[in-house]
């Protein structure tokens, strides 16, 4: 069974559409992205999210509405008015979701083709950019398959598992096809230890409190027939005491700073820290375009903060008393008391000493011996 594609982009209309993850996993519906202003909206109300997936559709979104004869003309007719226009949009479309680190680095690239150009005309560096963004799509799906067997490979060697012996995983928040231009970073390791005939069982927490992991990983999981249970994120410790077949806990990142240390969403530092405490395998799974080596630390990541109803509010179809579904009937019901003060940050810093290995599509990192990890090699 093919992988979800939750990014349709076609070259010979540059037309660009992508799922509403907003409405998975009861609705399956498709958004057209026509401009700029549409992927920024897109991604900062989180129509689309993972870091791999923001920034391919920023720099999409910038493609088709530079290269559309309706949008065109909005950026000049002068080399000198495009060039502008265009580094004002980058400069919009990064503010949109400031954490995830393959947003900044996908628009600085932009940028520094806008400025490195040998163009004569508007015209060829449209081209330039235009080409750019589709070779971003291209890339980040046969990066992620290397990711996954990269990831996979390391795990079966690590533990020295024999033939035909499995092994249970456990992630968090969605890192699939639904975070990507398709197969995914985390979950493509679960993926791919499933293909392989290592995976006995995939778990995967909710993510509270915007529910990735419960609308979006379960719903991949369930739609690529992989064995699945759903837990919530508080159950990560009793899980692990439970299950001793887990013998992985592997986690997307939306920045890895030079010293290993990894944001990711909110929850993969305690859990990082149970897995540390059940000697469980904690990997990261990042390809090169999430990894920031001029950020030192994760003490210099700046975390996002989303909107409190968030957290105060929960959405979703209305169940009769038979328990039948209605998709057609969304509903918003508050579930926390009015008046109480709200903390709620995207994002948390796992510290590197509780990661094991950094999974890239390059291959495999683990930490030196002083302790920290060495990304050099992979720039």
């Not at 400025?115 to 015209?123: K, L, R, W």
């Not at 398959?145 to 390391?154: A, D, M, R, V």
Request: proline share 4%; glycine share 6%; with cysteine.
């Amino acid at each position: 069974m093919p992988t979800l594609q939750a990014i349709r982009y076609y070259k010979d209309s540059k037309t660009l559409t992508i799922l509403d993850q907003l409405v998975l996993p009861h609705e399956t519906r498709y958004v057209t992205i026509n401009s700029s202003d549409d992927a920024f909206w897109a991604i900062k109300n989180m129509v689309v999210r993972g870091a791999p997936a923001i920034a391919i559709v920023a720099a999409l979104g910038l493609a088709v509405e530079v290269a559309s004869k309706e949008t065109r003309p909005q950026f000049g007719t002068s080399l000198s008015e495009v060039s502008l226009n265009i580094l004002t949009r980058l400069d919009h479309l990064v503010s949109a979701r400031p954490t995830a680190v393959n947003l900044s680095q996908a628009a600085n690239a932009l940028r520094g083709i806008v400025h490195a150009t040998t163009a004569q005309s508007p015209d060829e560096l449209i081209a330039e950019v235009v080409d750019y963004a589709e070779k971003m799509l291209e890339h980040d799906i046969s990066d992620n398959k290397n990711i996954g067997e990269h990831g996979s490979q390391w795990i079966r060697k690590e533990l020295g598992l024999k033939e035909g012996e499995k092994i249970s995983v456990l992630t968090i928040c969605n890192t699939g096809s639904l975070a990507t231009a398709g197969y995914g970073t985390a979950l493509g390791i679960i993926r791919s230890l499933h293909s392989q005939g290592v995976l006995n069982h995939a778990y995967c927490l909710e993510t509270r409190p915007y529910n990735q992991g419960s609308r979006l990983t379960a719903y991949e999981l369930v739609y690529e027939q992989i064995p699945a249970t759903l837990v919530t994120d508080s159950m990560a410790g009793a899980l692990l005491r439970a299950t001793p077949d887990i013998k992985l806990v592997v986690v997307g990142a939306d920045r890895v700073a030079a010293n290993g240390d990894t944001a990711n969403k909110i929850g993969t530092y305690q859990l990082s820290t149970l897995s540390k405490v059940h000697g469980v395998k904690f990997m990261v799974a990042a390809p090169t375009t999430s990894i920031d080596i001029n950020t030192k630390s994760g003490d210099d990541i700046v975390i996002e903060e989303r909107p409190h109803n968030e957290l105060t509010t929960t959405k979703g179809p209305l169940i009769d008393r038979d328990g039948r579904v209605d998709p057609e009937n969304i509903i918003t019901i508050a579930t926390a008391a009015k008046g109480v003060n709200i903390w709620n940050p995207a994002f948390d810093v796992t510290p590197k000493e509780n990661i094991d290995a950094v999974a890239t599509e390059k291959g495999v990192l683990t930490k030196s011996s002083s302790g920290s990890y060495d990304f050099s090699t992979l720039f």
